[in-house]
């Protein structure tokens, strides 16, 4: 990705969160937030992270955005009312951004060993393939053994083993958010 590409999406992405604290109403803030994740998109993109940019803008920008505006809509949010002014929130969000930032310098100085990728030649696929790692027959081992990288089926594979039960949790949260929404809707009209 060419360098003023990725100054661009980021300036993007940090534009839209930035707008999403900013904005008092909370479907700007929505349409705030699927701005910082095409941003974010495109930096995926960028990276040759098709999938993962696709995904990012079908599934975060499409179908969570739009259960986001359907609960903000459904509990019937108003303008947030200005409040008076107190010195606790300021100094307490100063007090985080200050906590932020000496982490973000720890973590920036300390150095990496320089790593690199191992090379995705078809010998080296056909030799991960020969491992038995992921079971004979299937089909990340025979795309593997051709030398192709199959990377969708990789990714299933990944989350459904490894990061199963972090998925049904998140599946349970996600559930139970929407149905207490709904509960607090019924009861806001009773």
Avoid at 139 to 159: F, Q
Wanted: proline share 4%; hydrophobic share 55%; with cysteine.
């Amino acid at each position: 990705m060419p360098t003023y590409l990725f100054w661009l999406f980021s300036t993007v992405m940090l534009i839209g969160a930035c707008a999403v604290i900013a904005f008092r109403n909370p479907v700007s803030s929505a349409l705030a937030m699927v701005t910082s994740f095409v941003g974010l998109a495109a930096l995926f993109i960028g990276l040759s992270a098709f999938f993962v940019g696709v995904i990012q803008i079908l599934v975060y920008s499409g179908a969570i955005m739009v259960l986001f505006l359907f609960i903000i809509m459904l509990l019937d949010l108003k303008d947030e009312q200005k409040r008076a002014d107190s010195f606790a929130p300021l100094a307490a969000g100063l007090v985080l951004v200050g906590a932020f930032f000496i982490q973000l310098v720890g973590v920036l100085s300390h150095k990496l060993p320089f790593q690199t990728a191992p090379p995705l030649d078809k010998e080296t696929l056909a030799a991960v393939a020969a491992t038995g790692e992921f079971g004979e027959g299937t089909k990340i081992t025979e795309a593997l053994s051709t030398g192709s990288l199959p990377d969708i089926h990789l990714i299933g594979h990944t989350l459904f083993t490894e990061y199963n039960l972090p998925l049904q949790i998140l599946g349970v949260l996600l559930l139970v958010s929407t149905v207490g929404v709904v509960v607090l809707s019924k009861r806001q009209t009773s």
